[in-house]
């Protein structure tokens, strides 16, 4: 199928006077996942690891800009700039517009905001739970723990709907293998009878299926843990209830919302967005 953003005509503005940034780098791991690099063209604003810029451009005379997860560490600002992983929604709003930016493009950057943070030294487990790229804010995490060689034992559940959309798979196996963490990486994936998933061996299910697994098979005990949870909204709210009942205290789980909950991506005429599938695990 035609990717979405190909369909988006609108005119980019490549000057403006709001544009304090750019787009620097980008690579894409599938026709909707991709990860981007923007880099202030002055001094970089320190930020800490699990927050969040807002990035935008100037198209038909507004401005379209949303909010992303940084997945770099705080210390690469400077040099490399700020690392995004997307995902292309199709409709035609921001995402559509980032996936035509050339290289080089100016942008908005502001931020940073949040608090879904790190405490300061936690012994605690830390279990970290994310759907797609919700994955993002605790990639800056792990980076910045290993930069200052204060790595924390990290348990990680990632649900995608494919194999081929597990995110940073390769940087968390090689740093489960090379023992740079004591990390337990577990991926899973929703649609284990897709062809596309053919072949896996891992978990399936969504990310709330597995949670009580891991919980038990890991022997996480509540006092001795702190969640995180990042992304679809629904799977926030499902797995935090499932801790809680499983005797997790609400102040030992911290929650990141990509949208607000129930709300699905739709087309201009109501219809439910195609393929990309937004809303799924
Ligand atoms: C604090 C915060 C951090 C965020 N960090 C990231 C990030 O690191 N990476 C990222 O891809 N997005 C992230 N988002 C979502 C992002 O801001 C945009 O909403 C998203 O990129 C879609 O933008 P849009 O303008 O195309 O559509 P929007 O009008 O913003 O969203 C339309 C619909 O798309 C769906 N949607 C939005 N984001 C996603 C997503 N990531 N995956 C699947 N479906 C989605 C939802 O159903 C939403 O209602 C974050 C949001 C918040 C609030």
Redesign the pocket.
Known sequence: MRPHHYDDERAIEAINPQYNARLVRRVDQTSD?ATFWVRFDGEPTPFDAGQ?M?IGVYADGKL?Q??????SPPEEASTEGYE??????P????????WRLPIGHEMRMIGP??R?LLEPDDDRTHLFVS????I??FISMMRQLALQGRPRRIVMLNGCSYVHELGYRELLESWQRDRTYPLTYVPTVSRPDDPRNAGWTGHTGRAEGVVRDVVHDLRLRPEKTVVYI???PDMILNVESLLLHAGFPEFHVKK?????KG????MPDGSP?PS?????S
């Open positions: 996942l969040y807002t379209w949303r909010p992303y997860s940084v997945a995004f992983y997307v995902r292309l929604v409709i035609m709003r921001f995402t559509t517009l980032l905001k949040g879904f759907t797609g790229t919700g993002a804010p990042c992304g679809n990141e919302l990509y949208w607000p709300k699905v991506a739709t967005a990309g599938a937004p809303v799924a």
